[in-house]
């Protein structure tokens, strides 16, 4: 006899389980019992009704159950498909099913056999007809259901691999659920307000009610969830151990950095650079998130924190996402540090002498290195590194952060400094960074006005929006226009943006001098167009979101975008805070020809405001976290049932990582008892 199932069985012990089909599952992912039972349902098919052939009537979703008192297979002379066509008699009275190009159906099911049917009657030219519908047969009268009859569990499958064939499969182990273990003791169950695991794995393939549904998932989600927040209470904990080198004030010449600036610092950058300089104060490592938007000036504050560490004898790498963006950054950061003595490099794909460079760092001839990816390589050794900045930090992932601060090579661990100007809110902070202390900069330099803001969204406004800008640019500003890459398979936006130009050029702005920058320029001729328009040769820069992050051209007033309906409320925000960082009133005009009543909504609701933080939780209420968060690291598509919205399961699950990680700071051991079968390939993800 076999031995008895237990959740470390392969699914090849199972009933019915040939070779083949053990190939099909195994591209799910599904080898053992326990990864059967974790293949999460992604819908339900409410079939709970059931009710006699006498009571249907035409759109009901039921369940009916009677005996075939007619089944064929034909073929259909109008569509060549195969048809099954059968009868189905309850003593009420009798209805037809039919399904197509599913033979088979018609070879297992006889006449005679008593079976069950679930799904939507329809109403063709002979009468009503279940179509295509779940089928099957009973064995006796109250033997339990897996295809029709209850709430039905609905899963992902793969070529030759039916829903069925899983359904059965799993009626066959779910018997195993009492055998899940559960980390969470009762007491913490209580405080998380969920249930057992195995309970939750049960209801979750065989709910009686939506309340199991919700329960289920609820208990799954906060397995998603823990690992990661179990890593961050872990970095936090760590943090308070580990230690970094501790910077002394050197007031005099700090003072001596800030009056020589073009400007004179907002309360809020002098907040934040007192916070650097008290957390820098420490023989910890400081590890602060910066939310400031955009235009609030971080560059000026992570040239402070540079300077900081410079006085210390301690180097600097600064990491930003784009090579427009490090060039620029070394510019910026080259005037800020006038006369100063730190010494910079620039670090990029397409640094010449990159070997020579790298040589130089390692020899601790910088105080600062600005770069892109680059700076991430392993040949890349930085003896003195006391402080690490990330420009854009939602750009980056978890792991980058740490390739980053490996660059050190003494013990103990690099300061850690980071920018963004997308507004997280709190618990979305807490999930993702959760290890990171957060300031944020809510005052712009004084003298800004804030940018107006006008919907374009017939041909009569844009030729009046095209007279305004000529004004403008005859005033000696500048404008942008910027365009989303529209075709699918061209992300690099060349084709929309090329278009745009050459339109722009031929019958809008005959006399007036354009550049092009989009993603498939090379980066020399990118840096030439960037040269030209900030040396005011051109006036107006016809872009795609190339431009998006951080560049800085205080004396462009206006930004055009097209085709606005097809970003983010977030991302247009920071679109349009590409202007607005001088002196002069500046204009954003989000063109929406195309759009539909509910993007024509989104799109007055960002004219009106012009508060990132307001911004950000409107498109996170309206179109959920996607937009935000985009393609940054915790690739919220890798839950399967979890949600980033569900704050207070959030919260709870933080409190109880930190409970379990403890003051030790010692998550491997947490995470052991955390990850089991399918889970430990959803939580790897996360730690990418
Ligand atoms: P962001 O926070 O978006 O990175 P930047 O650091 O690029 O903003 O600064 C935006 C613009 O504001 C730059 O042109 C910068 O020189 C200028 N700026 C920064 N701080 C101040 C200040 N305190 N007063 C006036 N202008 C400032
Ligand atoms: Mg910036």
Redesign the pocket.
């Known amino acids: 006899m076999a031995a008895p199932l237990n959740l470390r069985s392969p699914i090849t012990a199972l009933r019915g389980v040939t070779e083949l089909l053990a190939k099909r599952l195994a591209i799910l992912n599904l080898t053992t019992v326990e990864e059967l039972l974790w293949h999460v349902p992604f819908r339900y098919d409410d079939f709970q009704k059931s009710v006699t052939v006498q009571e249907l009537t035409e759109g009901v979703t039921a369940t009916v159950q009677g005996v075939v008192s007619m089944i064929t297979n034909r073929r259909s002379w109008r569509t060549h498909k195969m048809v099954t066509e059968a009868i189905i008699d309850d003593g009420t009275g009798t209805v037809r099913a039919m399904w197509f190009n599913q033979p088979f159906i018609g070879k297992t099911i006889k006449q005679g056999d008593t079976i069950a049917l679930a799904g939507e009657v329809k109403l063709d030219g002979i009468g009503l007809v279940f179509s295509g519908a779940q089928y099957e047969r009973v064995a006796a009268p109250d033997a339990p259901r897996t295809h029709t009859g209850r709430l039905v569990p609905v899963y992902s499958t793969t070529a030759g691999l039916t829903v069925r064939h899983i359904r059965s499969l799993i009626a066959q182990v779910l018997p195993l659920c009492t055998q899940q273990h559960d980390w969470l003791t009762p007491a913490l169950r209580t405080q998380a307000d969920v249930v057992p695991l195995g309970q939750a794995l049960h209801l979750l393939h065989a709910p009686t009610s939506y309340e199991d549904i919700t329960s289920a998932r609820r208990r799954i989600a906060l397995e998603e969830i823990m690992p990661m927040l179990v890593v961050s209470a872990g970095a936090r904990a760590t943090r308070k151990k580990s230690t970094a080198p501790d910077f002394h004030f050197f007031e005099h010449e700090m003072q001596r950095f800030v009056g020589q600036l073009?400007?004179?610092?907002?309360d809020d950058?002098k907040k934040v650079i007192w916070k650097i300089i008290q957390d820098t104060a420490e023989s910890h490592p400081m590890r602060r998130l910066i939310q400031?938007?955009?235009?609030?000036?971080?560059?000026?504050v992570a040239a402070a924190a540079a300077w900081h560490a410079a006085l210390n004898h301690n180097q600097t790498l600064m990491m930003v996402p784009t090579e427009v963006l490090a060039e620029q950054h070394a510019r910026?950061l080259t005037r800020l540090f006038d006369g100063l003595p730190v010494r910079m490099a620039l670090l990029t794909g397409s640094t010449k002498h990159k070997q020579r460079i790298k040589q130089e760092i390692a020899e601790g001839k910088y105080e600062l290195v600005v770069g892109t990816h680059a700076l991430i390589e392993e040949d890349l050794s930085v003896p003195g590194l006391g402080l690490v900045i990330v420009?854009e930090q939602h750009r980056f992932g978890v792991r980058q952060r740490q390739a980053l601060l490996d660059r050190g090579s003494r013990t103990g661990s690099a300061h850690f400094l980071s920018?963004t100007?997308t507004p997280i809110p709190r618990t979305y902070a807490l999930m993702l960074y959760g290890d990171l202390d957060i300031s944020t900069m809510h005052s712009k330099?004084?003298?800004r006005k804030p940018i107006k803001t006008h919907v374009v969204a017939d041909s009569a406004t844009r030729q009046k929006m095209y007279a305004f800008l000529r004004r403008e640019i005859a005033a000696g500003r500048q404008v942008f226009v910027l365009c989303p890459a529209i075709d699918a398979a061209d992300t690099s936006g060349m084709k929309s943006v090329t278009q745009e130009w050459e339109r722009l050029r031929a019958e809008v702005f005959t006399d007036i001098p354009m550049g092009l920058l989009h993603g498939k320029l090379k980066a020399k001729e990118k840096q030439e167009v960037m040269r030209a328009f900030a040396a005011r040769e051109t006036m107006l820069l016809v872009t795609t979101t190339v431009i998006e992050v951080?560049v800085?051209i205080?004396n462009a007033s206006c930004m055009v975008i097209e085709e606005a309906h097809r970003f983010g409320l977030a991302q247009l925000h920071q679109l349009r805070?590409r202007v607005g960082?001088?002196e002069a009133q500046s204009y954003c005009f989000v063109s929406s020809e195309n759009a539909s009543q509910a993007a024509r909504a989104r799109l007055d609701f960002f004219a009106g405001c012009t508060d990132g933080f307001v911004l950000a939780q409107y498109d996170l209420d309206t179109r959920g976290p996607g937009d935000l968060f985009g393609d940054m690291q915790s690739g919220d598509s890798a839950f399967t049932v979890a949600s980033v919205a569900d704050t207070p399961l959030l919260e709870r699950g933080s409190v109880i990582a930190q409970a379990l990680v403890g003051e030790s700071g010692e998550v491997t051991k947490v995470l052991d008892t955390l990850w089991y079968g399918r889970t430990r390939n959803v939580h790897a993800a996360h730690l990418e």
């Open positions: 073009p400007f004179t610092l907002t950058q400031g938007d955009v235009g609030s000036g971080k560059t000026a910026t420009d920018l100007a330099p004084a003298g951080g800085d205080p805070g960082r001088g």
